[in-house]
């Protein structure tokens, strides 16, 4: 069976084409520049890398576009459409309707749109994918689709109710629904497989640390609370985002500054984070470059970043009353050495020891990088997100 998981933005259309026997991925890709022009970049597995300009007015002529790459010529990896059992669909916000994967129905996609306003960069983006796919391989091809949202649904009122009057949680839906919520289940249930753990009694933290971060605390597999909240801008400082201020600032600077709501979100979300404080960059490589030739802006992105993971994690073991793992992922929990060392300093008192030397040989691959008679077990888990997105979606059609 092969599996063709979409995520889908206003102007990109991320694609990747797994094999379900071997969970191999055979082709994957991006076409950019939808609505303005068109490029789309397309690899397969076995090294071919082909790269062309395109038109894309819309997103089905992306969709039309990957088709005929994935379908024709000397580098087709099917020999027809029939040959992709399903599509899967990463939607990021289902709001408090979906708590895990389903089939889409035209329902769906109407709840998908009502809650648009909720996620206005993304959702309405997912629908317009979610019809050109239709368009594009008919209606008899199952598509399903997964939510960042979902893993968290199983938060407890208070974490995540906002101390607002009540009124605009009933009007507007105001309240923490938490995202990356793909990443955190993909790597919770991995560690399940590489410890044998029954997850029933455990308690972990798992920090997904890239462009964009969030931490989650899982209780007995599930989800009790995380740092991203109404929308992906709160917690930990990001690449471009701000994460968690006083609200206050925000209200300072619009009066001061004299900005308008659209100009204040531009500057929270695109110009804050690494890039806001070092003045720089937004990359995390090229802060720690910088800050190693001393420069002190570089090194206070760093040093934020670093000290609100520490806190996240001891208030988390606060939150479920102990630790038993704490699992890195993510472009930077992944290959950053230097900040789970950093991160896990000082946090002997709970229970973490962290192997360095395990810390630096495993960088970039998945192992248990604690020293073995550490209470707390501390892992690098790959994510992968498309793989779980394509698991749910053939568990859903199997059906
Ligand atoms: P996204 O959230 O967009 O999926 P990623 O998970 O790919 O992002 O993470 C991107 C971040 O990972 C960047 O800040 C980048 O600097 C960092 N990163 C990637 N590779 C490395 C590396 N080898 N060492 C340190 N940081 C890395």
Request: with cysteine; proline share 3%.
């Amino acid at each position: 069976m092969k599996i063709l998981v979409i995520n889908a933005g206003s102007s990109s259309l991320k694609y990747q084409l797994i094999d379900m026997t071997t969970e191999n991925v055979i082709a994957k890709g991006n076409c950019e520049r939808i609505g303005i022009g068109g490029f789309i970049t397309h690899r397969i597995t076995d090294g071919v890398t082909i790269e062309e300009e395109a038109n894309f007015p819309t997103h089905t002529e992306a969709f039309k576009k990957l088709v005929e790459l994935l379908t024709t010529g000397e580098n087709k990896v099917v020999n027809d459409l029939s040959e992709i059992s399903a599509i899967g669909h990463r939607v990021v916000q289902g709001g408090k309707y979906f708590s895990s994967s389903v089939l889409v129905t035209e329902d769906v996609i109407k709840t998908i749109e009502k809650i648009s306003d909720l996620a206005p960069l993304h959702n309405p983006a997912h629908v317009l994918a979610i019809r050109a796919c239709q368009e594009v391989f008919g209606k008899e091809t199952p598509e399903v689709v997964v939510f960042d949202t979902a893993f968290h649904q199983t938060m407890p009122p208070k974490a995540y109710m906002y101390a607002l009057p009540y009124e605009y949680y009933e009007k507007y839906q105001i309240r923490k629904y938490g995202f990356h919520g793909t990443s955190h289940r993909f790597v919770t249930g991995r560690l399940a497989e590489l410890t044998g753990w029954d997850m029933s009694g455990k308690k972990i933290v798992t920090c997904h640390l890239g462009n964009g971060s969030s931490v989650a605390a899982v209780k007995n597999g599930k989800c009790i609370d995380t740092s991203m909240g109404f929308t992906p801008l709160d917690g930990l400082q990001m690449g471009t985002r701000s994460g968690a201020i006083d609200p206050s600032v925000v209200l300072y600077l619009m009066k001061h500054e004299g900005l308008t709501p659209d100009e204040m979100n531009t500057l929270l979300n695109k110009e804050s984070g690494f890039l806001g404080v070092s003045g720089k960059t937004s990359d995390s490589r090229d802060l720690v470059a910088a800050a190693s030739q001393g420069d002190d802006r570089c090194q206070i992105a760093i040093d934020i970043f670093r000290y609100q993971i520490k806190k996240y994690i001891g208030s988390y073991a606060a939150a479920m009353g102990g630790l038993d793992a704490v699992v890195f992922t993510g472009g930077i929990g992944e290959n950053s050495f230097d900040l789970r060392r950093e991160v896990c300093e000082n946090l002997e008192f709970l229970g973490i020891h962290i192997n360095q030397v395990l810390n630096e040989d495993l960088n970039h691959k998945e192992g248990r990088i604690s020293a073995d008679d550490s209470k707390v077990q501390v892992w690098i888990v790959p994510t992968n997100e498309e793989l779980l997105i394509a698991r749910d979606t053939k568990n859903i059609i199997s059906k």
